[in-house]
């Protein structure tokens, strides 16, 4: 079974940063798309970020040049750097790894919350 911690998330000011961390239970985020979604009140879900196993990013264009996704192998972890935060941001915070016919994991979520 896999596991996926979200943990980082809190409460900042507007222009601050925050960086989330996605812990896998095994070692999964070098081999499948792995990503980071988030969804705010009243919202849909909505892709934030995802990296592939190659290592290709791509951003939605909401925050593009301001986080960053991230992944460290060794640690089984993924990162989102997330700078020049807005209160628009304030959300959960999920990553998700997607395994083919195996199914697509999620995370707990973590709260991101942004004051003007």
């Known amino acids: 079974q896999v596991q996926l911690v979200e943990s980082g998330g809190g409460l900042v000011q507007a222009g601050g940063s925050l960086r989330l961390s996605c812990a896998a239970s095994?070692?999964?985020?070098?081999?499948?798309?792995a990503g980071w979604y988030r969804q705010a009140p009243g919202k849909q879900r909505e892709l934030v970020a995802a990296?592939?196993?190659?290592?290709?990013?791509n951003y939605a264009d909401s925050v593009k040049d301001r986080f960053t996704i991230s992944r460290d192998n060794a640690k089984n972890t993924m990162y989102l750097q997330m700078n020049s935060l807005k209160p628009e941001d304030t959300a959960v915070y999920y990553c998700?790894?997607?395994?083919?016919?195996?199914?697509?994991?999620w995370g707990q979520g973590t709260q991101v919350t942004v004051s003007s």
């Open positions: 998700k790894v997607e395994m083919g016919w195996r199914g697509n994991y």
């Open positions: 095994t070692n999964i985020l070098s081999i499948y798309v």
């Open positions: 990296i592939s196993s190659g290592g290709s990013t």
